[in-house]
């Protein structure tokens, strides 16, 4: 399974995008990218998942640039509800691979 | 998606006791998983039931001190036991989504406390 790294903490002011990058070096060919968000007190929530390129949907864009190596989750306009952590991990479809999580990164809005 | 419903949502307990942990999905699902999260931390994969089969565990854990139970396809058990203050933790119980998409839906987790 690739490791991933991404910070540990960022904050960000009401109203401005974040963007939370994730490296994954050794990511293998089978493998997707799939982030998480946490809230205190809650199990993990799949936010997105994308192999390359760009995917979006409503509560969030994925980057990937065409070596896989790093992806970037961004956040548009967040909100104090944005608060959590949010997790990068590397999922293998190859098989029944389970999910590993890494450490995550605590985001903090500010009003 | 999938509703997971965890059974204690906390408790507290004495040391050298044991706790079962219920996780029953409204919905059949071929793998659930349970995962350990302590406090501050990420979560950690404890294993792996599958229905009909032994639990595969990740490295560190440990049948005996955590058996787990698969009886149907929407019910697993966790049990930990000969609890100690380094079990204290939340316990959490997931199921995957879509099949091989590696989209997990959590349970709201099991809070436990060991004095």
């Known amino acids: 399974l690739a490791k991933t790294t991404q910070p540990i903490s960022m904050d960000s002011y009401e109203g401005q995008e974040v963007n939370i990058t994730c490296s994954h070096n050794?990511?293998?060919?089978?493998?997707?990218i799939t982030w998480y968000q946490q809230f205190p007190s809650q199990g993990p929530r799949f936010i997105i998942q994308?192999?390359?390129t760009k995917v979006t949907n409503e509560v969030a864009s994925l980057f990937i640039p065409a070596d896989r190596k790093s992806s970037t989750l961004s956040l548009p306009r967040v909100s104090l509800s944005d608060t959590a952590v949010y997790y990068c991990?590397?999922?293998?479809?190859?098989?029944?691979?389970?999910?590993?999580f890494g450490k995550g990164t605590r985001l903090s809005v500010i009003a | 998606s999938a509703v997971i419903s965890q059974k204690p949502s906390r408790d507290i307990c004495q040391r050298g006791t044991s706790l079962t942990i219920q996780c029953q999905v409204d919905?059949?699902?071929?793998?659930m998983f349970w995962y350990r999260q302590q406090p501050g931390q990420s979560l950690t994969l404890i294993a792996t039931?599958?229905?009909?089969?032994?639990?595969?565990?990740e490295s560190g854990f440990v049948i005996d001190k955590f058996p787990i139970s698969r009886p149907n396809l929407t019910f697993s058990t966790l049990t930990v036991s000969n609890m100690s203050p380094e079990d204290s933790s939340i316990y959490l119980c997931?199921?995957?989504?879509?099949?091989?998409?590696?989209?997990?839906?959590f349970g709201e987790g099991s809070r436990l406390t060991v004095l």
């Open positions: 997931s199921v995957e989504g879509r099949l091989n998409t590696g989209e997990l839906f």
């Open positions: 050794n990511i293998a060919t089978n493998d997707y």
């Open positions: 994308g192999y390359k």
């Open positions: 991990l590397v999922y293998s479809n190859s098989g029944n691979t389970p999910l590993v």
């Open positions: 919905s059949q699902v071929t793998m």
């Open positions: 039931a599958n229905q009909g089969s032994e639990a595969t565990y």
